[in-house]
């Protein structure tokens, strides 16, 4: 690939089944302040449903790839690493299904960009009215976007049960403030030059349960040298509101504990599975 049709980003969406959803988070990349960025839709499952929207329905502007894999449990680690693996990009930008991304989503993520540091943020945790009004009409968010109209609803949001509100509010002066604070890693906004992923070989493919698996990969990190980045207030998400789908994380953090006793920074299986997919 030439460097002039290399992207400067991919975004890595990790799905399962929700199309609807999916929907509304690439709308929301639509409308995206920085172009130059691909899209790998990567599912833990091979639904038709998804396959006919993204061939059919997804938005055209976006340059988009769809991967799948068989429907064997809970596997996003795996789909994952796979997509990591398959980017085009060397920086990797990571959303979940179900996480829309603030139209300065790409842009800020890349201006932190550095290496040797995983760029870390928050969504906001929206309840189930906002989520409704969003899966109805996805640019709608934007409304959420302009911090004065954001204010004028607290009481509302509140009341629907809207958790981080704060982290609606993009600005530089937040972000000096927070900047120093730790933040630690979550799956649905972080980001990291796809070489720092390989240095502890991506998503540790061993864990069997949902939950547990980015604190998992954050202390890898550290374990060889890599630190998150704080940028708060910079690149926000909204989360749609969905039930809770942990499920055997306790077997997942015990196994964690045990890898990082022995100083395992280096996963057994991991993007090395995917390498030349």
Same mark, same amino acid.
């Not at 000096?176 to 900047?179: D, Q």
């Not at 789908?245 to 196994?255: A, G, L, Q, S, Y």
């Given at each position: 690939m030439s460097l002039q049709n290399k992207p400067k980003a991919s975004v890595i969406?990790?799905?399962y089944k929700d199309v609807e959803a999916l929907h509304c988070v690439l709308i929301g990349l639509t409308f995206q302040t920085e172009k130059g960025f691909e899209v790998i839709v990567t599912e833990d499952g091979e639904d038709q449903a998804m396959a006919d929207y993204i061939t059919n329905r997804a938005p055209k502007s976006l340059t988009l790839r769809h991967l799948t894999q068989e429907d064997d449990g809970f596997r996003k680690t795996r789909a994952v690493n796979r997509a990591i693996a398959s980017a085009k990009a060397d920086? #990797?930008?990571f959303l979940d299904g179900d996480t829309i991304p603030h139209q300065c989503f790409v842009e800020m993520h890349l201006r932190h960009a550095e290496p040797g540091r995983v760029c870390t943020a928050r969504r906001i945790h929206l309840g189930p009215k906002a989520s409704a009004k969003i899966r109805e009409n996805p640019a709608s968010v934007l409304e959420l976007q302009n911090r004065f109209t954001l204010l004028s609803r607290a009481i509302g949001m509140h009341l629907d049960?809207?958790?981080n509100y704060e982290s609606g509010f993009m600005s530089d002066l937040l972000h000096?403030?927070?900047?120093n604070?730790?933040?630690?890693? #979550?799956?649905?906004n972080f980001s990291a030059y796809k070489a720092d992923m390989a240095k502890i070989n991506g998503y540790n493919e061993e864990l069997p349960g949902i939950g547990?698996?980015?604190c998992d990969l954050e202390w890898r990190f550290n374990g060889v040298d890599i630190f998150t980045k704080n940028i708060k207030f910079q690149a926000t998400t909204y989360h749609l509101d969905h039930e809770s789908?942990?499920?055997?994380?306790?077997?997942?953090?015990?196994?964690s504990r045990k890898n990082r006793e022995n100083k395992e920074f280096f996963c057994k299986n991991g993007l090395n599975n995917h390498t030349g997919n």
């Open positions: 969406i990790s799905v920086y #990797v930008i049960q809207v958790r000096k403030l927070a900047k604070r730790h933040l630690s890693i #979550v799956g649905c547990g698996e980015d789908r942990r499920n055997d994380w306790e077997i997942n953090v015990e196994m």
